[in-house]
T-cell receptor, first 114, second 111 residues
């Protein structure tokens, strides 16, 4: 079974550029989560979707961040414009059913904003 | 709201030592409890889970028992190996949809 697939694995770009992170969840999973992980702040939930609909985006740090899920097999997290403090590892995860089920994580995108 | 508190790290042990990582939680309702492990450069992966009180989750020699009376889910392993070096996260999930994660505990096992 294919797991959660994220792309790119690494991204290095200059401040002010637009960054788009991509995620393909496990087929059949109806929940999708975006997380950010840094040494200083640990693992933070940014936003999550249920059946392609955003349920809670209270963790999105600023209006520079946006996320979409146009269909059940694809989601994007966009940062525009990017800033050095956005440098982090961004994880996508999916699960089948509600929070009582485990989440399956991708290997993450390591983002560096210069 | 829901919260998870786990033992602060880092934890350093010698190979074959006994491991305990403490985890306590606060939640409304009846959560499911999880331990995830994260190896360097990878995402979190499920290590074990328990869905109701007194359940014991186990995998790869690791165990944790869901204790409702003490709201705890401590992770244990009788004999750690160098390959167990990783970051361990305790988490809870409810029917609200999302999970709540602890801050993670870094374990280093020395040969």
């Amino acid at each position: 079974d294919a797991g959660v697939i994220q792309s790119p694995r690494h991204e290095v770009t200059e401040m002010g550029q637009e960054v788009t992170l991509r995620c393909k969840p496990i087929s059949g999973h109806d929940y999708l989560f975006w997380y950010r992980q840094t040494m200083m702040r640990g693992l933070e939930l940014l936003i999550y979707f249920n059946n392609n609909v955003p349920i809670d985006d209270s963790g999105m740090p600023e209006d520079r961040f946006s996320a979409k899920m146009p269909n059940a097999s694809f989601s994007t997290l966009k940062i525009q414009p990017s800033e050095p403090r956005d440098s982090a590892v961004y994880f996508c995860a999916s699960s089948l059913g509600r929070g009582s089920q485990p989440q399956h994580f991708g290997d993450g995108t390591r983002l560096s904003i210069l | 709201g829901n919260s998870v508190t786990q033992m602060e790290g880092p934890v350093t042990l010698s190979e074959e030592a006994f491991l305990t990582i403490n985890c306590t939680y606060t939640a409304t309702g009846y959560p499911s409890l999880f331990w995830y492990v994260q190896y360097p450069g990878e995402g979190l992966q499920l290590l074990l889970k328990a869905t109701k009180a007194d359940d014991k989750g186990s995998n790869k020699g690791f165990e944790a028992t869901y204790r409702k009376e003490t709201t705890s889910f401590h992770l244990e392993k009788g004999s750690v190996q160098v390959s167990d070096s990783a970051v361990y996260f305790c988490a809870l999930g409810t029917n609200a949809g999302k999970s709540t994660f602890g801050d993670g505990t870094t374990l280093t096992v020395k040969p």
